[in-house]
């Protein structure tokens, strides 16, 4: 029995490839009937690079001559990648082996979105800090930043300087990431929802695993909107917005369904739940998270029902990814059993 494994692990290994693909055009959508950039198989790698929102790349190519303006609405995505054994009802496992700065600049708003703070905290607000064309064309309300790879910090370059050393830590996230939509739906890349999509959430990074339900046959597979840094909530509206260098694993999990993204790292079990963004204070998403974690825990960590929620009750953490729209369900791995 043990050289049966042992040979079956070894064959796993050699079968498994590495794909490097850097296409030169871009979806703006997930859905189902774009023609992949690559077909792969379960266990397989692949080697990438995301643009920026706006269509820039590593050496400040702009790919888009007009972001945001119709057609280009939402973020430049690479993909799809089509996975050869997905079908209706598994779920794709997606290893983030490696989300890297591949640039030494990036760009953000300046200023909160008003929907975040009192009305009283809005004076000033909208007042010009930056200057036109600062960092697009046409564009008044961005500011840029410069990205230092080698110390892995990121600095505005500010106009209006208080003294503050203004240094943070980059953590670099994928602000897209998500299979095509159910049926017959076809999504920008500004929304997210069951089947990931913009969902903007800051612990999507380097040595994550996240899980997506699947669709449709092949599931294609989507990544894009790449982040030096972004806080919980999104409330600039974006995060330092630059390209990345990104490696990923995927498998196939047979038969092994799910109702909403989840995600996995060192610490914690993620229930990933959005609701349409502004359309209600957060509670849709909440519910959403809540029930998919109840499910996780009594399936694949055979917990009962009455140990779910006693669990759940005591020691469950939430975090805001975006204002009004996405919300996660947390359980530190430490109180968990093994899975079974």
Known sequence: MKHCLLAALLY???????????????????SAYKEPVARIKSGDTVITRTWDSGGTDHQGVWHIPHPYVYPESG??????????????????????????????????????????????SIEGLYRNFYGQDAVRKGSASLIPWDLDIERGVAR?????????????PVRPMLGCIGVAP??????????????????????????????????????YFYI??????QGDGEGLGNGVETSLDVQ???????????????????????????????????DMAVRSANSD???????????TAPEAHLLMGTVVEHKIATYFGTVTAMIAKKYLPAER
């Open 12 to 30: 796993s290994a050699v079968a498994a490839e590495t794909h490097r693909v850097f296409p030169q055009h871009h979806s703006r959508v997930f």
């Open 75 to 120: 973020n430049p995505l690479m993909g799809p990648f089509y996975m050869e054994e997905a079908e209706y009802g598994d779920s794709l496992e997606v290893h983030l082996d490696k989300v890297r700065l591949n640039r030494n600049y990036g760009y953000s708003s300046y200023r909160l979105s008003p929907a975040v703070l009192h009305p009283n």
């Open 156 to 168: 505005p370059r500010l106009l209006q300087k208080s003294g503050y050393n203004f240094e943070i």
């Open 182 to 219: 159910p049926g017959e739906r076809v999504e920008t890349s500004g929304p997210s929802a069951s089947h990931g999509g913009n969902m903007d959430y800051n612990d999507v990074v380097e040595g994550a695993t996240l899980y997506f339900p699947v669709y449709h046959k092949g599931a």
């Open 224 to 229: 894009g909107d790449g982040h030096a840094v």
């Open 248 to 282: 990923f694993t995927v498998k196939v999990r047979k038969g092994r369904r799910i109702s909403i993204p989840r995600l996995e790292n060192d610490r914690y079990i993620v229930s990933i739940a959005s609701q349409p963004e502004f359309n209600s204070s957060m």
């Open 293 to 303: 974690m109840i499910q996780w825990l009594t399936t694949d960590y055979k917990l």
